[in-house]
């Protein structure tokens, strides 16, 4: 029964998720016998504007980097 | 103070979410005396390109089945 | 394939969870039409001195309730 | 490492989000000794439809509130 | 930055722990080219008393298999 | 009705956590205008064995560094 949540930065697409699931879900059969049925794996996309790392929206933070670089 | 959080595929609507809020509300007031006023429930919707169950997208399982019925 | 998560303060009883994993798996099928062996539910209990509420952590709101009705 | 994730109601600005990542990640750094760079904030905002207090929807309680000061 | 927080039932060792937060990093990493120093893997254990399935407490189902089988 | 969850690692104390209650309900009512009494802070603390980063457990990032330094 394990449920995967995955929080992440929106921009993945259809087929990059696809893989991550099949990725995990063999993952947990093959190391803990799970039963691929009851795995589930959930995407939680977020928006740049609602993460923040090292007290920076990430928004903020690429804005930054880029001055920094420019 | 219990919070209910539900991860589930988008397709409930309001009237349905007003009736799983009563349920599940009045199930911990009656089995554990919890106060309801302290009693969160958040809904969280998902696309079936970002669940995955049974190492596929929900999406390309409903696909699958399609194909296999048709 | 809802997944629910109840954050609450521990002191549930096996019984009670029993009965509120039946409640709540009753109403996601008859309300949204789930798949009962599709809905989990899982709780994860919480010490009070892990719970904030008001700007407190909940095992100081009790003492300071116990003092003002001492 | 720590990872905060914060579920509130839909409605809070870029700035807001700023000043509140800033200072969690400040409290988090200064009581707790962790490094910014492994402290991350994530907001999941959510519909009044969706979050449901006191056994009703916030929307609900919102015109109810309305009503009885109308 | 991705946080990929799995809950499961109680039972896997580290060595198991360890093996799937290898496979799971590898594959953000290779799949959305995420920086593994952001990649966090969080285990949340349940004991069979704290998660539903089906409608019954998983250690309810345990014994009611045995019983079928018995 | 905010709720915010802080996943973190075992080791914070009683008067730490009291501490991090006070300075995110401050921020959240300064910030939004939140209702305290509204307003949950909950720690999931986790073990070192459970936490991966950089695909390794924490646990085992702390003896590469010992080994390193040594």
Do not use: C, Y
Request: net charge neutral; glycine share 10%; no cysteine.
């Amino acid at each position: 029964m394990p449920v995967v949540t995955i929080q992440l930065l929106k921009g993945a697409n259809r087929d990059q998720k696809a893989e991550i699931v099949r990725d995990i879900t063999e993952s947990l059969v093959r190391v803990l016998g799970k039963n691929p049925e009851n795995t589930h794996v959930v995407f939680h996309e977020v928006e740049p504007e609602s993460w923040g790392q090292g007290g920076l929206l990430v928004e903020a933070r690429r804005g930054r980097r880029t001055i920094e670089l420019g």
